[in-house]
């Protein structure tokens, strides 16, 4: 149960951190209003890389379906160990997103762009377009998978004077890496979609919009949340599986 709270918890840090980072940018009267997408990509990077540093040495910090699905595919996760996982993720996204929720209580009813709640919560396209949409969600996921899986690999093999480095790497060093690669794709990829590569950090949220009493909220437009569900857990086996087929990893 140890490695399922952390992908819960690790997942609740990530919605909390990256979803306050839109909640800051997008609601009225915060402080934060307007600060633009290199403030929100930035935020989500630090997000990620906060999350990691938290649970990695636990659970290994998937805190993302299309990550744990990717690896599992590839037989580097256990799969009797997917199913809790997910649920865990989803839940811990769920739980964050109510912790953003309550921490800019004071500000959704100034706000009176329901897009604005919404977008809080979870991701929707520029222009909604549903095979572009998903072809966007799964390219960013398979760089994510991609970029994770090589992250890991560089970390097994550094030193320096004959001095194994790995253990200081993949620890103090790979967690930031990768929310370094997480800002890069919402940098790069993430103007279509909002790039959510990760099913757990839209459907949770999107569930939590639903439910909690949000004054003049609007839809939860579940007919766009398959998307971000599927699109990334497609993603996710296709970057690993680059990663297994060129045999990068060695």
Known sequence: MTVYLAEFVGTAIL?????????????ARSKALDGGWIVVTLGWGMAVAVAVYVVGAVSGAHINPAVTLGLASIGEFDWALVPGYMAAQVLGAFTGAVLVY????????ETEDPGAKLGVF?????VRSPAANFTTEAVGT??????VLGIGANSEHVSQG??????L????????????????????????????INPARDLGPRIAHALLPIPGKGSSDWGYAW?????PLTGGVIGAWIWNLTGFGG
Do not use: N, Q
């Open 15 to 27: 919605i909390l951190l990256g979803g306050g980072v839109v909640a800051g940018v997008s609601l």
């Open 169 to 196: 790497f993949s620890s103090g060093i790979s967690p930031l890496l990768v929310g370094l690669l997480v800002l890069a794709i919402g940098l790069s990829l993430g103007g279509p979609t909002g790039y959510a």
């Open 162 to 167: 004959g001095v194994d480095l790995a253990g």
């Open 142 to 147: 398979a760089m994510l998978v991609l970029g």
């Open 122 to 126: 979870s991701t929707s396209p520029a």
């Open 227 to 231: 998307i971000p569900v599927v699109a």
């Open 102 to 109: 309550l921490a800019y209580l004071a500000h959704w009813e």
